[in-house]
Structure formats: C-alpha cells, structure tokens
C-alpha cells in the first residue's frame, strides 16, 4: 500500500531503494522509501507489506528469542 504524495498529492509514487543506513530502519521497522514521479518528492514512510517484510519479522523473532534466552541465563533458569 503506497500513500500519495505529500507534496503534491500525486498519486504517481514508486518505491525508492533504501541506501545506507536507512536499510536498518528499512529491516528493523520496514519503514521504506518512496518516491514521486510527479515532483521527484522523496520521503519515507512505515509500510509493511508481508511478502516484502518476512525478513522483519524473522529479525524481531530472532531479536526476541535472544533476550529470553539472556533474559533465562542471566536468572539461572539455564545451567
Ligand atoms: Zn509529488
């Protein structure tokens, strides 16, 4: 799902490729960027789309089962 434009309204957006840093945000909060054809307005927006964002949820999966795992050796729970 692709918002229209916030500078212009237009309805002619595109995705635009993460680049840098913002691939963290891009994983982690699959905050992505887009782009107008219109008046070339480049923004980023939180558009999480499940066949995209699997990789997201695999992160937080993963990030959660290695708290608990911290969380469980740390209070002994695991000898
Ligand atoms: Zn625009």
Request: charged letters at 20%.
């Amino acid at each position: 799902m692709i918002s229209n434009c916030p500078e212009c309204g237009g309805t002619d957006v595109r995705r635009s490729h993460s680049q840098g840093s913002e691939k963290i945000a891009r994983y982690l909060f699959a905050r992505k960027h887009f782009r107008c054809r219109e008046c070339n307005a480049r923004w980023a927006a939180v558009a999480f789309e499940l066949e995209d964002d699997y990789l997201t949820i695999f992160l937080w999966a993963g990030i959660l089962l290695a708290v608990c795992f911290f969380v469980m050796y740390f209070s002994g729970q695991i000898t």
